[in-house]
């Protein structure tokens, strides 16, 4: 059981959807952690406190998201060589990289990771997947990708880090971690509509009782979400088709009111035919409740930050059929004529970006700028747009028929019941590999974050070694050098030196024999806490407590 289990990284941050920002990622992650409560076949959950937030705010968080119905191993923030006990660390983000790196002092094949991609399209995640091939990633780690089209950005930009190297170094003998294609999922049961909400919605909303409703559901940022003015057209376009009455629900937010309005106004006044009505997306009653409004479901994503789209699975899941367009992830999601319709993008071929990337790479685009920018070249066949949402308008018996096949997709591939074993096959084939990987070499250094004493070593006039002779100061007592080592100007940055109770008796050892070497003094404390003792003798020999001779 415990080979296909998995140690998850609990940082708030990745998981929690009750601040103000709700961001795709967080509220991807809260599902996810409710999913694997639900549904992981295991005999227990490992959670890695690794901000070392007090455990009642972490244990909060699980009681809002899913009560946990099995036993927890809390792993503390500090204790990185203890996630070898369950053998894999899954972390909600695309960052191998400097994972890999901090696992390094404890050995590569103590553990493997698991990461999984959100935006791809940020200047540090494009980093992180570029290093991938010179860190000390392994072949039993993964990155899961939660589409084909985000895995084959990910490739692509794996081989040109590659055709990098092995012009530059010759080519390349380091493993690399799996790639693997597994879909974000969706707790299915907590998208269930009702004629109720229905009911409360239109009243709360004012719609007419003949109106056909669409809802859009995701942030209001036109640079870094997607812009509503291709969905606004379409909607326009097919209204004055019909000639019936139509409705469109937005229900998302943004963090800058006088944005969020100036986007309402400028996306109403492309669409005047339409009734226009928005509503704050984040509070979870309407989260959930939202989606009985609606007759039908639109997303017209235009922007390379989307990798997956997990607001078109929720909605059917919701049982709507969705409108949306043929990009990114939502090719892998909406069935053409099944569950929907994915109307056709257009987008400038490979090499037409690179005055983009660059201005990106100078930090003269920021990121919504650069996703922003890029998403002005994509555009839509609105002519097959209009023909699809007209359909739907006018077609109830579609409508319904669509919105059973979605629900029914929903169901049975992206419910977190059939997503969460993909999840626990591929940790249990890590741990796999991982055991059976040959050992690796001794050298475990960073040389990111190389050891201060080993980088600047040319600093000094010497380095002190286990053999140098220590001796109590003229004149020094432990009355006297225990205040001067409570002063705040010499005990600041008390990290991992002897303690108090620990320099009492080296003073006392000192006092008795007049003479010892450092690796003598070491020996007052646990075998564990030796190194930090030694060394922490020179900072009794900073502040004149003892002096140190030559070896």
């Known amino acids: 059981m415990a080979m296909s289990n998995a140690a998850l990284y609990l940082h708030p941050n990745g998981y ?21 409560l639900r549904h992981a076949e295991v005999d227990r959950y490992y959670f890695w406190n690794v901000a070392g937030r007090p455990m009642n705010e972490l244990q909060a968080l699980l009681e809002r998201v899913e009560a946990p119905k099995k036993p927890i191993s809390w792993i503390p923030q500090t ?17 191998l990289t400097n994972e890999s790196w901090l696992r390094r002092p404890f050995g590569s094949r103590t553990y493997a990771i698991c990461g999984i991609t959100h935006t791809t399209a940020t200047d540090r995640v494009m980093q992180a997947l570029a290093d991938m091939l010179v860190a000390p990633t392994e072949s039993f780690d993964a990155l899961i990708c939660t589409s084909e089209a985000v895995r084959h950005a990910v490739e692509t930009q794996l081989s040109m880090m590659r055709d990098y190297l092995d012009a530059e170094r010759g080519p390349r003998r380091r493993p690399e971690p799996m790639r693997v294609t597994i879909p974000l999922g969706v707790n299915t049961e907590d998208f269930s509509t009702s004629p109720e909400h229905r009911k409360a919605w239109r009243e709360r909303l004012a719609i007419p009782d003949d109106a056909v409703v669409a809802l859009f559901v995701g942030r209001f940022n036109i640079r870094a979400k997607m812009n509503p003015a291709l969905m606004a057209i379409a909607l326009e376009r097919a209204a004055k088709r019909t000639g019936r ?51 039908f479901f639109i997303s017209f994503s235009d922007n390379i930050q989307e990798t997956f789209g997990l607001t078109p699975i929720e909605a059917m899941a919701a049982g709507l059929p969705c409108v949306v367009t043929d990009w990114d992830g939502y090719k892998d999601t ?36 650069y996703v922003g920018a890029a998403a002005q070249f994509t555009a839509i066949d609105y002519a097959e747009a209009e023909t699809c949402i007209a ?20 169901r049975e591939v992206f419910d977190w019941a059939a997503v969460i074993p993909q999840y626990q096959a591929l940790w249990a084939e890590q ?5 059976a990987a040959p050992p690796e070499p001794r050298t475990r250094d960073n040389p990111y974050r190389p050891d201060p004493f080993t980088l600047f070593q040319s600093y000094p006039s010497r380095h002190v070694t ?29 990290f991992h ?15 008795q024999k007049g003479v010892a070497t450092v690796a003598e003094l070491a020996q007052v404390a646990a075998p564990d806490r030796r190194g930090y003792v030694a060394r922490g003798v020179l900072w009794l020999a900073r502040y004149g407590v003892v002096t140190l001779a030559e070896d």
């Open 16 to 36: 929690d959807t009750s601040g103000p920002e709700l961001l795709g990622r967080i509220s991807a992650g809260e599902s996810f952690l409710r999913g694997y």
């Open 79 to 95: 204790n990185r060589s203890g996630l070898g006990e369950v053998g894999v660390l899954n972390v909600p983000m695309p960052s």
């Open 245 to 295: 009455p139509i409705c469109w629900v937005n229900a998302g937010w943004s963090p800058n009111p006088k944005e969020e309005q100036a986007y309402h106004e400028q996306t109403r006044a492309l669409c005047p035919s339409v009734l226009y009505r928005s509503v704050d997306g984040r509070p979870p009653d309407v989260r959930f409740s939202i989606w009985s409004v609606a007759d």
């Open 334 to 369: 909406v069935r053409h004529g099944v569950d929907g319709f994915r109307v056709p993008t257009i987008a400038p071929p490979p090499g037409e970006g690179g005055d983009l990337a660059y201005w990106f790479a100078n930090n003269w685009l920021n990121y919504d700028n």
């Open 391 to 410: 359909a739907l308008v006018e077609q109830p018996e579609l409508r319904r028929q669509m919105g059973e096949a979605a629900k029914v997709r929903a």
């Open 431 to 435: 741990n796999a590999r991982r055991l």
């Open 466 to 494: 286990a053999r140098s002779p220590v001796r109590l100061a003229p004149g020094m007592s432990w009355d006297l050098a225990k205040p001067l080592l409570e002063s705040p100007i010499v005990s600041y940055s008390g």
């Open 497 to 511: 030196r002897p303690t108090l109770d620990e320099v009492e008796t080296m003073l006392a050892i000192l006092g």
